[in-house]
């Protein structure tokens, strides 16, 4: 059995008004990307992804009340689709992990992740994300963000089963000293070393086998504690190091992520033993024009393929 991947964080589908609020033109050009993708994934993860809210809905009202950011991604998706006279060939799943309240009736904006699987896949068993939050202020509790690890385990019609799990880690904490005296940050934080540390304790505990790809944001650069936590100490396998065979400085050039004149390698795909990558196709740096998804956000998804 033969999957191919995505990892994307959307910022929201908001990165053309520099993430005050989405618009429909940018959710638009993310469908069409994603339906014009040949081959097409099998499987696609989603970061900062919206429930709804003032944010999400200020500039293209939803359809009906209760409508969610993905329910809407999905009927531009299904639109793209059409015009190609195709039907979707996904179904999605949100997982909210956060939200800022106005009011008790309305939010100012939220966030969650989204997995959107190939109608060919079926699944097996989803249970209730794990929270990974680690909060080293706890008077700054009710204002950090919730940090969660999306799980889904999808099987194919060939008996085959793979564990997806998505996730979005923290920025380093700004209350650490480290984060002022060091120049290295992005996956130096204790914070995320907790926060990495909890997630792998859930893989452990969810995962059917050795079948699985954790994947999405991690706020982390190769070589730091996290990134040399998952793939040395947790033993799980970088697409890019593997099939890629890109050193760890090579990686620091291929980046995922801009922000002002940085660019940094802050998202990644990461496999289980029994993953065999094949190849990274379609992944691009930050900064290539020729990629479909240059400029849709202030990320750049990453593309792998396996076999279990």
């Known amino acids: 059995m033969t ?17 005050l609020f989405s618009t429909k033109s940018a959710m638009r050009r993310i469908t069409d990307a994603i339906a014009n993708l040949d081959p097409p994934v099998h499987i696609a993860c989603l970061q900062e992804v919206e429930t709804n809210s003032l944010r999400s809905a200020i500039a293209h009202p939803r359809r009906h009340k209760d409508e969610t950011q993905l329910e809407h991604f999905m009927h531009l998706l299904s639109a793209a689709y059409a015009r190609k006279r195709v039907e979707n060939p996904y179904e ?10 106005l009011t008790p009736r309305l939010n100012f904006y939220t966030t969650g992740l989204a997995i959107l699987a190939h109608k060919s896949l079926r699944i097996s068993h ?3 994300p794990a929270l990974i939050t680690h909060h080293r202020v706890h008077f700054m509790r009710a204002f950090k963000q919730t940090r ?3 799980h889904v385990r999808f099987a194919h019609q060939s008996g085959a089963t793979v564990d997806i799990f998505n996730t979005h880690l923290s920025l380093p904490s700004a209350f650490a000293r480290d984060f002022w005296t060091k ?13 990495a540390k909890k997630m792998i304790d859930f893989v452990k505990q969810e ?6 790809v954790v994947t999405g944001d991690l706020n982390s650069v190769p070589g730091s504690p996290v990134y040399r936590f998952l793939t040395e100490e947790s033993g799980l396998t970088d697409p890019f190091r593997s099939v890629a065979d890109l050193s760890v400085d090579e990686l620091h050039k291929r980046a995922t992520a801009g922000f002002l004149a940085m660019r940094m390698r802050l998202d990644h795909m990461l496999g289980g033993p029994a993953i065999n990558w094949v190849d990274v196709d ?3 740096h930050f900064d290539d024009r020729t990629s479909p998804f240059f400029g849709l ?5 990453v593309f792998g393929r396996c076999k279990l």
């Open 207 to 212: 995962k059917h086998g050795d079948a699985f």
């Open 3 to 19: 999957l191919r991947l995505l990892s994307y964080n959307v910022r929201y589908f908001a990165h053309a008004t520099r993430g």
């Open 148 to 150: 969660i690890c999306a």
């Open 297 to 301: 956000s202030d990320h750049m998804p």
């Open 282 to 284: 379609d992944s691009h």
């Open 126 to 128: 989803v249970n209730a």
């Open 92 to 101: 999605a799943y949100y997982f909210p992990a956060h939200n800022y309240r």
């Open 183 to 195: 120049d290295a940050r992005l996956g130096f934080g204790a914070n995320q070393l907790h926060e």
